[in-house]
């Protein structure tokens, strides 16, 4: 069986996170979803879990993060450079705050940050697949 991992992000307004993560190419998945919590599916692997504060409350009673904070951050692979700064603008243009932390280019690996509406911290990411081969030699 092929791993798969379900993040859990707790969000202020719902649809507008909604909006953010379809902006970002994420499919809601209705049979996962009602108004406390929506499920949003990237690939046959990677799942990022909405819920409202009240919902998240239902699974710990330790605070949740003010959006200023950094608890965790979220890398993501995507397929080229361009992919990279198309995530990112898309995320802005839907309520994410681009740039939270300053792009990285090592010629063989290329990085931005985007934060969702919640201040929860996204890096997607291109590593030349050349460089990734030659890491095991």
């Known amino acids: ?15 507008r996170a909604i909006a953010f993560y379809t902006a970002l190419g994420f499919a ?30 239902t699974f710990t009673t330790r605070p949740i993060c003010p ?3 950094s608890e965790v951050s ?9 992919a990279v700064n198309q995530l990112v603008a898309a995320g802005a243009a839907h309520g994410g705050t681009a740039d939270v932390n ?10 931005r ?5 919640d201040g929860h ?3 997607p990411f291109w590593m030349d697949p050349a460089a990734v081969a030659g890491a095991g030699e």
């Open 121 to 123: 911290i996204w890096e």
């Open 113 to 117: 940050t985007i934060a969702d509406p």
């Open 1 to 15: 069986m092929q791993h798969q991992i379900f993040i859990n992000l707790p969000v202020t307004d719902l649809d």
């Open 28 to 57: 809601r998945n209705p049979q996962f979803s009602d108004d406390a919590g929506a499920c949003m599916v990237l690939s046959d692997t990677i799942y990022v879990m909405i819920l409202t504060h009240a919902k998240w409350q």
């Open 102 to 111: 300053p792009p990285e280019d090592h010629g063989f690996m290329f990085q």
């Open 74 to 82: 979220l890398a993501l692979s995507v397929e080229s450079r361009d």
């Open 67 to 69: 959006p200023s904070s």
